[in-house]
């Protein structure tokens, strides 16, 4: 057997990653409801909100509303995306300490996604990552599309590292190397991710994985075997992707959570409180989330 | 990067592991339809039916009738369940040449099972397996709920090597480690297979996994580790089992496809063909199929 962590952080990235991308809008109070579900199942890095334009994400048009609100949990952390520097000033009012700020390795994705290039964003990246550390915030950066463009198809593991390196000299703490479209198998995480590994500590980074073709749990335990030990993840198997056609969502928590437990690596979630959580959403959505766990746990109940 | 094998063969158990758990009766030429797609999507390896007494599983009351019109196809190997002499006696009649026989790891799963105890079993397939081999057959052997058994909870990996070597020793020339009810995580893999492994050689394993839990990929990915070759699966993610409560589908055929062309490991497996095979029991069923490489090619088609 490889040696594998016996502890592991799952960033729930539901709320933000998860809800984006659906339609039916989600009253702020069932969206705090959902959070204090996931925070008392023990998840203790929650991604709720995203300060994106209104416009653009109306689903998370109640950013600011929804951090004030944000229930007091001693030893959680709640970020929020920031797209820019209007974003991360919203951000501050309402006094969320830990923000995120998403480019990606692919230059068509990022350009679709943001309407930057990478470098520009780069270069706003690290304005709104120096004032977030101005005002006493922790950031963390997503590098997207770091195996598989749905525009561009294969992805270069040396653009994946230059990424990494420009958002971790900015002043991120972690990086979350995401698999946007979940074409990913365990061969690529070996390769771009071990890649990665040879100038990043494991520490500072992250995998963000989804799961259209249902590697995202082989993928997690590669992830494992390089020595990663923090995971994105959303309750539920919420998520997709509005600019990757035929996405489906992210690596569902309750799944990643079965397999961790399983294993014995420590990740802190109760399995039925987690199920709490993700039926509150399932129930405002009118239709099955993706997650198997959460499947198995209605058959029985 | 661990090494990891360069080819595989993929054992598919759609027709009989797959349909057995289904009510709607399929008519014989639409699972001759599917077999047909199935060796047109460049699988060679494919588990037929069972030879079951009709009245306990009426959706394989004809398989004499399947068997005696399989499309010949050059390299590909039809097997067939047997559950007891009878069984192979209806097998040899009509000219299959390769049979299985099922057991396993769990006392309680075993007799609720098969109506036999595991010894029991032994001695019956034993006398079953000398038939078929003086029969000119080769013989393969389940090791049913060899991790968690759903009436018992944790399986003794000693018991799983145990019953794998009679197996052997009475003329069998693999293995089939099974996770009935999908509750496995790869720390099961690599502590009960390496564990067989110890003794038995990774030529003479295969592995059956089924996606309750979403774990299945991942335990693939501990058995490529482990230096198996074999895998079970199923077209669509069909399957189940009426004696483990809960259980989800076989790992589907097509989501490990995927994972091995993905990773450069020949399986010989086209997946669009292997789409076409999937939809003719989609269709007959009136349900979506599990699989999500499945649901993603629908998608985008």
Same mark, same amino acid.
């Given at each position: 057997m490889p040696k594998l962590p016996d502890q592991v952080r799952i960033v729930e990235v539901g709320p933000r990653d998860g809800l984006q991308?659906? &339609? #039916?809008p989600i009253p702020t109070a069932e969206k705090l409801a959902f959070i204090r579900a996931l925070v008392d199942a /023990?998840?203790?890095?929650?991604?709720?909100?995203s300060f994106v334009n209104p416009k653009r994400i109306p689903q998370l048009a109640d950013a600011a509303d929804l951090v004030k609100q944000l229930p007091a949990a001693p030893g959680v952390t709640y970020s929020a995306l920031v797209p820019n520097m209007k974003g991360l000033e919203r951000a501050i009012e309402c006094g969320i300490r830990r923000v995120a700020v998403f480019t990606g390795a692919s230059e068509t994705f990022v350009q679709k996604n943001i309407g930057m290039t990478i470098a520009e964003s780069l270069t706003t990246f690290s304005e709104v990552a120096a004032a977030a550390l101005k005002a006493g915030m922790t950031v963390r950066g997503y590098v997207s #599309?770091?195996?598989?463009? $749905? *525009?561009? !198809?294969e992805v270069r593991k040396e653009r994946v590292l230059e990424v990494s390196e420009a958002l971790l000299a900015m /002043?991120?703490?972690?990086? =979350?190397? =995401?698999?946007t479209i979940g074409a990913a198998a365990p061969s690529d995480v070996f390769s771009t991710v071990g890649f990665v590994l040879g100038r990043v500590p494991p520490m500072q980074v992250a995998l963000h994985f989804h799961d259209t073709y249902g590697t995202a749990l082989a993928n997690v335990l590669a992830g494992l075997e390089l020595g990663i030990t923090t995971f994105d993840a959303s309750a539920g198997g919420l998520g997709g992707c509005p *600019? &990757? $056609? !035929?996405a489906a969502g992210n690596v569902s928590t309750e799944d990643v959570a079965y397999m961790f437990n399983r294993m014995g690596?420590?990740?802190?979630?109760d399995l039925p409180k987690l199920a709490t959580a993700s039926l509150i959403i399932e129930k405002l959505l009118g239709r099955d989330l993706p997650s198997r766990q959460l499947r198995r746990l209605k058959s029985v109940s």
């Open positions: 991308n659906e &339609a #039916t /023990g998840l203790r890095d929650i991604e709720a909100t #599309t770091s195996f598989v463009c $749905p *525009y561009e !198809g /002043g991120c703490d972690e990086v =979350s190397i =995401s698999d *600019y &990757a $056609p !035929g690596i420590a990740c802190g979630v």
